[in-house]
């Protein structure tokens, strides 16, 4: 599997841990038809900024927490 760097795997979710199925670099991944909240972005660990996606499953739990404040 290839690495951002020694410590932090590009598949994975910084937030979870768990596959982040990015697609980016096919043109079309999931995240270009969502909205991922920048607070959620915020929560990023900054050495995994830039260099790892949030999950869909983490950015879809954020969103209905959100809906039910």
């Known amino acids: 599997m290839h690495k951002a760097d020694d410590n932090i795997e590009e598949r994975r979710c910084p937030l979870c841990g768990g596959v982040n199925a990015c697609?980016?670099?096919?043109?079309?991944?999931?995240?270009?038809?969502m909205k991922v909240p920048q607070e959620l972005r915020d929560q990023i660990p900054s050495e995994h900024r830039g260099k790892t996606c949030i999950c869909r499953k983490c950015v879809?739990?954020?969103l209905a927490k959100q809906r039910t404040l």
């Not at 697609?23 to 038809?33: A, L, Q």
């Open 23 to 33: 697609s980016v670099t096919s043109g079309d991944c999931w995240c270009f038809h």
């Open 60 to 62: 879809e739990e954020y």
